[in-house]
Each structure stands twice: as structure tokens, then as C-alpha cells.
């Protein structure tokens, strides 16, 4: 099933032409710019898998510019993810590198990423964290365990689906269980 359930494929054509196409540039030169050796990426939904699509572009793009793996959560601050949606994200994240389940529980997303950097032993984390969604956060964050880097905090939502269409990235069925296109998949998982 593709994101066209909520938005048209012609539309998202478009809006990836004339919006998401430009921010894409900007957000693989930012992956170029700051990942040095090695990083991880975050997965949690379709905007980390985005964010690992285009980090799976740029290392593609530069051999031997860098190495990356992904990891998914297996609990969302203190509430255990299914199972099934778990092994989802690591069955779609696997189409672009090695994958992890990171089990540990955490309480904020600062904890979460200082504690990603400290046991897979890297200093840079790629987030799929949009400044619509939880703030204003900058490209770049440095942080006391290394960097942060936000390749997609300057999208908005359609950006997000447009990339989707467009790249036809498989996401979690759940999103396709949502009444609108814009539900979080935490915010489907947990009532």
C-alpha cells in the first residue's frame, strides 16, 4: 500500500518537484558535511525512515565516505512497541543497511540518542525529528555525547509524503490503519 490513500500521486509528484526535491539537496549536503566516520540512524517512523533513505543516498552517492547502521526502539519512553511493528521497521530499515534493536527503555529523547551513542560507540546520531513536530531544532546539535544531526528538521509533513511517493519507501502498515495522514505511529500504538 502507498501514502496516495491520503494524498493523490500526482500531487505528491508535484510537491516533491517544486518543494521536497530542493530540501532533499539540502539535507544530504548537511549528511555530508557533518557525518565523519560513522553514525547511527534512529528509527521510529516514516520520517527516521526518510532520513535513513537519504542517508542510504548520500553514502551511495560517496563510497567509502562513511559507514552507517540503523536502530529501531523497541519501547517508546517506558511502553513497549509490538512486536510485529518492531520487526517491521527493522524488516523495511534492512533494505538500506545493518540493523539493531535497541531494548533499552528511556525517558526523554535526549537520553535516548546519548544512550544509542554510548552503546553502539559512535559520536553521531541522524534523527527523523521535524521542527513542526517537536520544536525548533537545528540541522545540527551539538550535544555532550557528539552530534545530532536533524537532515529533515526543516520539512513539513507533506515533504514527508511527497519523499515517500516519490522514492516508494515502504512504511508500517499501522500508518495505513489512520483515519488522517498526519498520525504520529506512537500516537497509534498507544490509546
Given at each position: 500500500?502507498?501514502?496516495?490513500?491520503?494524498?493523490?500521486?500526482?500531487?505528491?509528484?508535484?510537491?516533491?518537484?517544486?518543494?521536497?526535491?530542493?530540501?532533499?539537496?539540502?539535507?544530504?549536503?548537511?549528511?555530508?558535511?557533518?557525518?565523519?566516520?560513522?553514525?547511527?540512524?534512529?528509527?521510529?517512523?516514516?520520517?527516521?525512515?526518510?532520513?535513513?533513505?537519504?542517508?542510504?543516498?548520500?553514502?551511495?552517492?560517496?563510497?567509502?565516505?562513511?559507514?552507517?547502521?540503523?536502530?529501531v526502539g523497541k519501547y517508546f519512553i517506558d511502553r513497549e512497541i509490538p512486536t510485529k511493528i518492531v520487526n517491521e521497521l527493522v524488516e523495511i530499515a534492512k533494505q538500506f543497511c545493518d540493523v539493531y534493536?535497541?531494548?533499552?527503555?528511556?525517558?526523554?529523547?535526549?537520553?535516548?540518542?546519548?544512550?544509542?551513542?554510548?552503546?553502539?560507540?559512535?559520536?553521531?546520531?541522524?534523527?527523523?525529528?521535524?521542527?513542526?513536530?517537536?520544536?525548533?531544532?537545528?540541522?545540527?546539535?551539538?550535544?555532550?555525547?557528539?552530534?545530532?544531526?536533524?537532515?529533515?528538521?526543516?520539512?513539513?509533513?507533506?515533504?514527508?509524503?511527497?519523499?515517500?511517493?516519490?522514492?516508494?519507501?515502504?512504511?508500517?502498515?499501522?500508518?495505513?490503519?489512520?483515519?488522517?495522514?498526519?498520525?504520529?505511529?506512537?500516537?497509534?500504538?498507544?490509546?
Amino acid at each position: 500500500m502507498e501514502p496516495t490513500k491520503f494524498y493523490k500521486r500526482e500531487y505528491l509528484e508535484a510537491w516533491y518537484t517544486v518543494k521536497t526535491k530542493e530540501k532533499e539537496e539540502r539535507a544530504k549536503e548537511v549528511i555530508k558535511k557533518h557525518v565523519e566516520k560513522t553514525a547511527v540512524v534512529a528509527i521510529s517512523g516514516k520520517d527516521s525512515l526518510v532520513s535513513l533513505a537519504i542517508t542510504a543516498m548520500v553514502a551511495k552517492e560517496n563510497p567509502k565516505s562513511f559507514e552507517f547502521t540503523a536502530v529501531v526502539g523497541k519501547y517508546f519512553i517506558d511502553r513497549e512497541i509490538p512486536t510485529k511493528i518492531v520487526n517491521e521497521l527493522v524488516e523495511i530499515a534492512k533494505q538500506f543497511c545493518d540493523v539493531y534493536i535497541f531494548e533499552e527503555k528511556w525517558n526523554v529523547h535526549a537520553d535516548l540518542f546519548a544512550l544509542i551513542a554510548k552503546r553502539y560507540k559512535v559520536d553521531t546520531i541522524i534523527s527523523g525529528i521535524r521542527n513542526s513536530e517537536n520544536g525548533f531544532h537545528p540541522q545540527v546539535e551539538y550535544r555532550w555525547w557528539g552530534k545530532l544531526i536533524n537532515p529533515i528538521s526543516h520539512w513539513g509533513l507533506r515533504d514527508v509524503w511527497a519523499f515517500i511517493a516519490h522514492y516508494r519507501i515502504r512504511i508500517p502498515n499501522l500508518y495505513y490503519l489512520a483515519p488522517v495522514p498526519w498520525a504520529r505511529l506512537q500516537d497509534l500504538m498507544f490509546d
